[in-house]
């Protein structure tokens, strides 16, 4: 089993930038595949991005393509996404995730707001 723990979201004015970071506990984390989704009022948990666990591929919705960044570090077992340009859209609760145990954090809430 693998424990995930978010961090790092917050209010943030449209155009800003956050950084979050999923840290894992419990599990070998250079073996994992992560993924951030997030999830919006009324609407369906989506897939934002993943990453391979080494690192050296990576996908994204086309909705973040150009403005996200996923990356890693696997000596801190820990998962970033960097958000930038971000826009009122990009409001949600944002969760890591790991198919390989099916784990889900507990969300870290995003709001995009003047």
């Known amino acids: 089993q693998v424990h995930l723990v978010e961090s790092g979201g917050g209010l943030v004015q449209p155009g800003g930038s956050l950084r979050l970071s999923c840290e894992a506990f419990g599990a070998n984390f250079g073996n994992l595949p992560m993924s951030w989704y997030r999830q919006a009022p009324g609407k369906e948990r989506e897939l934002v991005a993943r990453?391979?666990?080494?690192?050296?591929?990576?996908n994204y919705a086309d909705s973040v393509k150009g403005r996200f960044t996923i990356s890693r570090d696997n000596a801190k077992s820990t998962v970033y996404l960097q958000m930038n340009s971000l826009k009122p859209d990009d409001t949600a609760v944002y969760y890591c995730?790991?198919?390989?145990?099916?784990?889900w954090g507990q969300g870290t809430q995003v709001t995009v707001s003047s």
């Open positions: 995730y790991t198919v390989a145990f099916a784990s």
């Open positions: 990453i391979a666990n080494t690192g050296q591929s990576t």
